[in-house]
């Protein structure tokens, strides 16, 4: 089973770029979907993307379509998240997570993420205005 863990959080100013990386050990990435995940101070947890590690074709939510790029390292099993044009909105506890997932890529993914993935500890991601 893949063990995730996110890192790379820090702090940005509004309009800048940062990049996180989710490192995982335990299996290939080969059957398996992975998703990044943030949650802010007082809200729910929230779906960003996704990606699927047989032919890395990719999800998003329309919050961070055209400004976060998901991406894949299959011989380091690492995921990637490049965030740019952040604002303070996106200031969160960001966590990637992963689950076994050999269908298209949909809001179900995120929702079997979210449900029934395996989760590691998340990277904060502050955003200053």
């Known amino acids: 089973e893949v063990q995730p863990q996110a890192s790379g959080g820090g702090l940005v100013q509004a309009g800048g770029s940062l990049a996180l990386s989710c490192a995982a050990s335990g299996d290939t990435f080969e059957n398996y979907a992975l998703g990044w995940f943030r949650q802010a101070p007082g809200k729910e947890r929230e779906g960003i993307s996704c990606?699927?590690?047989?032919?890395?074709?990719?999800y998003y939510q329309d919050s961070v379509k055209g400004r976060f790029t998901i991406s894949i390292d299959n011989a380091m099993n690492t995921v990637h998240l490049q965030m740019n044009g952040l604002n303070p909105e996106d200031t969160a506890i960001y966590y990637c997570?992963?689950?076994?997932?050999?269908?298209?890529?949909?809001?179900?993914?995120?929702?079997?993420?979210?449900?029934?993935?395996?989760w590691g500890p998340g990277t904060l991601v502050t955003v200053s205005s």
């Open positions: 990606i699927r590690g047989s032919d890395s074709t990719t």
């Open positions: 997570a992963a689950v076994i997932w050999r269908l298209p890529l949909a809001e179900p993914t995120m929702t079997a993420l979210m449900n029934f993935g395996s």
